[in-house]
């Protein structure tokens, strides 16, 4: 990663916060401080600081910042100090030990020369003439009531929302992040909440990011994300209260009844992941029978009460029932955990599990049988069939089913694995080998669809190369890939294939773009040894595009 591709590598949430920090002219000061390594200074919600070391060739090998953001490798910071350093480079040739930026005013310090009369009427102005600003100066110093916070709250992020959409109340994809400032805000606030250890009233706060984000998912263009990001930031600061905090029996249960009661709100009706996540963070706090029933009864019960087509139910159900297994496995015995699984076997993740205490059984009969039910019930699905078979091959294996084992790799072989080819050669001796491979390679010829890959990789393994030969010249654009393992024994067919394709190409040819890919295959021609045709090849087309200069332009320089 260097200053000129850094883009490619950071997640476009953050980089357009990046831009937006370099544009609004955050960076505060840049400084090399040694040989290739620069400090500078970003100002955010706080002043961080940021370094970075480069090579000669301004490739980024070391990077950090002080901030508290640790959801990525790289934050909003580092990606504006980038930008700077690019902008830099660009335009100076950095040759003192020192390049900084113009710093913009100390604001503390200009304020510090007011009054505070002064600085209340002042403040009192901009509340008036800005409702955003108002609303903010009242969650951060009005000393209310936790609702009141909520309420307050939830009016910011609807403002910051109102106040970037259209006439329609719809967020265009160019608003969007300004329309999430609100909720920004009132996440830090949650945040701010827990380090004070006012564990709930986080957990609310939260919570009335999310339910709001969600809202707004359908009222705006979310190309890039960023309000799905706002909705899964909320969820890890749960995750990080409910996971990393000793909680008091009275705190969980709280914290219980207000995730139950929000995954029964209607507006994750389109949303079962996000709604699944509540339901697992309640089973985190169920830590008596009672929490425990509370939970199992309220979610099978919303399984019955699914609605939506039979692919979201039975996805939700086994969701919710992995929920349910894992607190059996937490709090039961052994008995009651292996009678749930296979009183839920008609869902794959406890077919599975069946499967693989069979396994570890040696009860390879019992996998056998789960497997070829999994194969019939899920016939439709080539994914999961594709599993089940593969467990039943593996139960052939450790049984010494020998027939049966050959049979299935033939199948997967058939179906384009390679990696069972090698398996099945392994299971024949050297010698008997010879006569069993010709006969794959004639099912893999006379099949509908040939899978093309394993076909010519099992003909590069076994060296049958009049085959490869064959292959290639049905095929011409192959040549690129296999001349290597047909060279020298096929060296003038090989050429000649060579010539064809290229010809043909340039036919279809008319950008320059076109034109560099003829010279590519031209220059593969030239690593495979056809110097010679290369000359010739070229003073052909030279002859043939005559009024093509861009075609003649990149011929030139092969």
């Known amino acids: 990663m260097n200053l000129y591709n850094f883009e490619n590598y950071i997640d476009r949430k953050i980089l357009s916060r990046g831009y937006d920090y370099y544009d609004n002219g955050c960076v505060s000061s840049v400084e090399e401080i040694a040989d290739n390594v620069y400090e500078a200074e970003v100002e955010g919600t706080d002043l961080y600081t940021v370094e970075v070391k480069l090579d000669d060739k301004e490739n980024i090998i070391y990077t950090e910042c002080n901030c508290p953001y640790d959801m990525g490798k790289y934050c909003k910071h580092q990606a504006a100090v980038f930008l700077a350093l690019r902008d830099i480079k660009n335009k100076t040739s950095v040759c003192n030990n020192t390049v900084k930026k113009k710093k913009s005013p100390d604001i503390r310090k200009i304020l510090s020369d007011r009054s505070k009369d002064e600085l209340v009427d002042f403040l009192v102005f901009i509340a008036s003439e800005y409702e955003e600003i108002k609303q903010r100066i009242e969650l951060d110093f009005d000393i209310g009531n936790q609702e009141e916070e909520i309420n307050k709250s939830i009016v910011l992020i609807r403002t910051y929302i109102k106040n970037n959409s259209d006439r329609c109340g719809f967020v265009s994809y160019g608003d969007t992040h300004k329309a999430l400032k609100g909720a920004d805000m009132v996440l830090e606030k949650a945040r701010n909440a827990l380090k004070q250890n006012k564990l709930t009233h986080a957990v609310d706060l939260a919570l009335c990011v999310i339910h709001e984000m969600i809202y707004l998912l359908n009222a705006a263009d979310d190309s890039d994300g960023e309000i799905g990001g706002m909705i899964e930031e909320s969820f890890f600061l749960i995750n990080e209260i409910i996971d990393g905090k000793e909680l008091s029996p009275a705190c969980k249960e709280s914290i219980f009844d207000k995730l139950l009661e929000e995954a029964s709100n209607q507006r994750y009706d389109g949303w079962i992941d996000w709604r699944v996540e509540l339901l697992e963070n309640c089973s985190k706090l169920a830590y008596n029978t009672h929490l425990r029933n509370i939970l199992e009864n309220h979610m099978l019960s919303m399984i019955k009460n699914e609605k939506k087509d039979p692919w979201f139910t039975n996805y939700f159900a086994e969701r919710v ?3 349910i297994y894992r607190m059996i496995e937490k709090f039961d015995d052994q008995k009651k955990t292996y009678e749930f699984i296979e009183k839920n076997l008609q869902y794959s993740n406890f077919r599975q599990k069946a499967i693989e205490i069979a396994i570890k059984k040696k009860d390879y009969e019992r996998v056998i049988k ?16 594709m599993k089940w078979k593969e467990y039943r091959y593996k139960a052939f294996q450790l049984s010494g089913k020998i027939d049966e084992q050959r049979a299935i790799a033939i199948d997967f072989i058939l179906n384009g694995s390679f990696e069972y080819y090698k398996e099945l050669k392994k299971s024949y001796d050297k010698k008997e080998w010879p006569s069993i491979y010709p006969k794959i390679i004639s099912l893999l010829e006379n099949q509908n669809k040939t899978h093309q890959e394993v076909y010519t990789r099992i003909l590069i393994e076994e060296g049958e190369k009049q085959k490869l030969l064959d292959y290639v010249k049905q095929n011409p654009s192959s040549v690129k890939i296999f001349y290597k393992y047909l060279i020298p024994e096929f060296k003038e067919q090989v050429y000649m294939i060579f010539m064809q394709y290229i010809e043909q190409t340039a036919s279809r040819s008319n950008s320059r773009k076109d034109y560099q890919e003829v010279c590519g295959i031209i220059r ?12 010739e090849i070229k003073q052909r087309l030279f002859a043939k595009y005559s009024n093509r200069p861009a075609f003649r332009d990149e011929l030139s320089k092969v």
């Open 321 to 323: 029932n992995l929920i």
């Open 524 to 535: 593969d021609l030239k690593k495979a040894g056809g110097k010679q045709q290369v000359l």
């Open 370 to 385: 789960l497997a070829e039910e999994g194969e019939e019930k899920d016939k439709n699905l080539p994914g999961l069939r």
